[in-house]
T-cell receptor, first 113, second 113 residues
């Protein structure tokens, strides 16, 4: 089945530690995205990538980093610089052209303890 | 700047009743419009989208939405709600790639027997 896989579903991290969230897609999509979701705030864009080896900051990139070494993979690292990392993180992909929609993974809930 | 307003944070309807979720947007050109649904702890699933053409759009699960340019609205409707429709619904607007898509803050739907 084609789709987007995020892992793990739940993640706990101690303050001061970096943590990496995985996102893999087998839809052959060029573009991939990371969103953060907090209650009552909708989705906010962290980073996006329209092509391998290239990525751009979104609206709330501070404290996060990404890489795009393969078309299928777009991991997100939440660094210790992120002041309030506890949230639900969603990865998405799209063909990247206009007139297309994005498909979402099942999300990773990160809790800082 | 583009924006999306979902004025209803929570809506409660009886099973079998009709449903209308409101979405108003601000956008400088002809928008691309989307409705997504999210079950608790899950990713977003696309219900329907409008890019051009017929302003009444049919989607999955019996949902439809109507694009009204004069009112800057894209309301989601369903004639008869099922208990399984209880979820959170997000309206989104944008074009030219998902990095330019803005999501609303969502409407939580509760369905009572």
């Amino acid at each position: 089945d084609g789709g987007i896989t995020q892992s793990p579903k739940y993640l706990f991290r101690k303050e001061g530690q970096n943590v990496t969230l995985s996102c893999e897609q087998n839809l052959n999509h060029d573009a991939m995205y990371w969103y953060r979701q907090d209650p009552g705030q909708g989705l906010r864009l962290i980073y996006y990538s329209q092509i391998v080896n290239d990525f751009q900051k979104g609206d709330i990139a501070e404290g996060y980093s990404v890489s795009r070494e393969k078309k299928e993979s777009f991991p997100l690292t939440v660094t210790s610089a992120q002041k309030n990392p506890t949230a639900f993180y969603l990865c998405a992909s799209s063909r990247g052209r206009q007139n297309t929609e994005a498909f979402f993974g099942q999300g990773t809930r990160l809790t800082v303890v | 700047a583009q924006s999306v307003t979902q004025p209803d944070i929570h809506i409660t309807v009886s099973e079998g009743a009709s449903l209308e979720l409101r979405c108003n947007y601000s956008y400088g050109a002809t928008p691309y419009l989307f409705w997504y649904v999210q079950s608790p702890g899950q990713g977003l699933q696309l219900l329907l989208k409008y890019f051009s053409g017929d302003t009444l759009v049919q989607g999955i699960k019996g949902f439809e939405a109507e694009f009204k340019r004069s009112q800057s609205s894209f309301n989601l409707r369903k004639p008869s709600v099922h208990w399984s429709d209880a979820a959170e619904y997000f309206c989104a607007v944008g074009s030219g790639g998902y990095q330019k898509v803005t999501f609303g803050t969502g409407t939580k739907l509760q369905v009572i027997p």
